[in-house]
Nanobody, 121 residues
Framework: QVQLVESGGGLVQPGGSLRLSCAASGSHFSLVTMGWYRQAPGKERELVATITSGLTTNYADSVTGRFTISRDNAKNTVYLQMNTLKPEDTAVYYC???????????????WGPGTQVTVSS
């Protein structure tokens, strides 16, 4: 079992920056892909960015050039640096992890509880 805990959300003005963090904890697991999704009111959850254990990244077109995803494998933590924020970035941001059990070698998907990001003047 893997637990994900996000931090770093909040209220920011348009054009501002925020950095989200997500720490994974548990036992007998190896993190494969980690990432961030978001869900705005009345909309479906959508991909923001992902990063593999080999540090290959993938971004949604809407955030490319503004957001940067990174991870610290030693700390089992993934980060999302968000710059030049826009009101349309307002959403609950969810941390995601695809983890492999070192006991069964099966992979499982995990989600954090979410952190609110509000971009408003």
């Amino acid at each position: 079992q893997v637990q994900l805990v996000e931090s770093g959300g909040g209220l920011v003005q348009p054009g501002g920056s925020l950095r989200l963090s997500c720490a994974a904890s548990g036992s007998h697991f190896s993190l494969v892909t980690m990432g961030w999704y978001r869900q705005a009111p009345g909309k479906e959850r959508e991909l923001v960015a992902t990063i593999t254990s080999g540090l290959t990244t993938n971004y949604a077109d809407s955030v490319t050039g503004r957001f940067t995803i990174s991870r610290d494998n030693a700390k089992n933590t993934v980060y999302l640096q968000m710059n030049t924020l826009k009101p349309e970035d307002t959403a609950v941001y969810y941390c995601y992890a695809n983890a492999r059990s070192t006991l069964s070698f099966r992979t499982y998907q995990y989600w954090g509880p979410g952190t609110q990001v509000t971009v408003s003047s």
